[in-house]
C-alpha cells in the first residue's frame, strides 16, 4: 500500500515593501500595501521585518499585527471564484504560505519559521487600500464575505526568515476559536462569546467578546 506523504507546510515567498505615497479620489495618500517578493533572509527585529514598513500604525503594524501571512490556496480560490490572478504579495501579506491553513488557524497557535517563533493573533479586517490594490472598491466587501482574512501574527522570539523555510505548528490552544469564529463573531452572540474562553485577545476583538 503506497502512503501519501502531506507536503510541509511552507513560506513560498517573502515580502516586504516601503511606504509610498498614491493618490485616491483627488487626494494623496500614504501606504505600504505594496509589497514584493525579495531573496534571502530577512531579520525580524522590533516586532517587524527590517525591511518592511506601514505608513499608518494606528492599524497596521505593532505586537498584534507585526506579521501578516496569506495562503497561496485562499490566492487559488480567489482565481477561481473572482478572476484574480495573484502574485506574491499582493494583499499586502509578509508572507505568502503553501500547505497551511491560514484562515482556519486557532488563535494563540505558534508557529515555528525558521529561527523566529510566531503566534496566530487576529483576522486581517480590511481597509480601502486593499481595494486600491486589487483595483476594485467594491472587493472589502468581497473580501469579508469570503471568510479567507489570512493571519495576523505577533512576534514571540524574533530571529531570521526566508522563503523556503519550512513553518511547523508546535502548540495550538485547546479552544477550538479559529480566525473565522473571530469574524463571525461580529454578528453572531454565540461566536462572541466564544471569544472570551481565549487569553490574550487583542482590544478590539476583547470589546467584540463583550459585545461592547
Not at 112 to 133: D, F, H, N, W
Request: with cysteine; aromatic share 8%; net charge negative.
Amino acid at each position: 500500500m503506497t502512503v501519501e506523504s502531506r507536503a510541509p507546510a511552507r513560506v513560498v515567498s517573502l515580502n516586504v515593501g516601503a511606504v509610498r505615497e498614491i493618490e485616491w479620489r483627488g487626494e494623496r495618500v500614504t501606504t505600504g500595501i505594496w509589497k514584493h517578493p525579495v531573496a534571502g533572509r530577512d531579520a525580524m527585529r522590533g516586532g517587524k521585518l527590517a525591511g518592511d514598513d506601514q505608513a499608518d500604525r494606528r492599524v497596521h503594524g505593532g505586537p498584534d499585527k507585526a506579521v501578516y501571512v496569506y495562503a497561496r490556496e485562499d490566492y487559488d480560490w480567489w482565481r477561481e471564484h473572482e478572476g484574480i490572478e495573484a502574485t506574491d504579495g499582493l494583499f499586502g501579506e509578509n508572507l505568502t504560505t503553501a500547505a497551511l491553513e491560514v484562515s482556519g488557524a486557532l488563535v494563540g497557535e505558534r508557529w515555528r519559521v525558521g529561527s523566529t517563533l510566531l503566534e496566530v493573533a487576529q483576522p486581517r479586517m480590511p481597509c480601502y487600500k486593499l481595494g486600491i490594490r486589487v483595483g476594485d472598491p467594491r472587493f472589502l466587501k468581497k473580501f469579508l464575505l469570503a471568510r479567507r482574512p489570512g493571519a495576523y501574527l505577533r512576534v514571540i522570539e524574533e530571529g531570521e526568515i526566508g522563503a523556503g523555510d519550512e513553518i511547523h505548528v508546535i502548540a495550538r490552544p485547546d479552544h477550538g476559536v479559529t480566525l473565522r469564529t473571530m469574524l463571525d463573531a461580529l454578528d453572531d452572540e454565540d461566536a462572541a462569546a466564544a471569544l472570551r474562553t481565549v487569553a490574550g485577545l487583542p482590544p478590539y476583538w476583547r470589546r467584540v467578546a463583550h459585545g461592547e
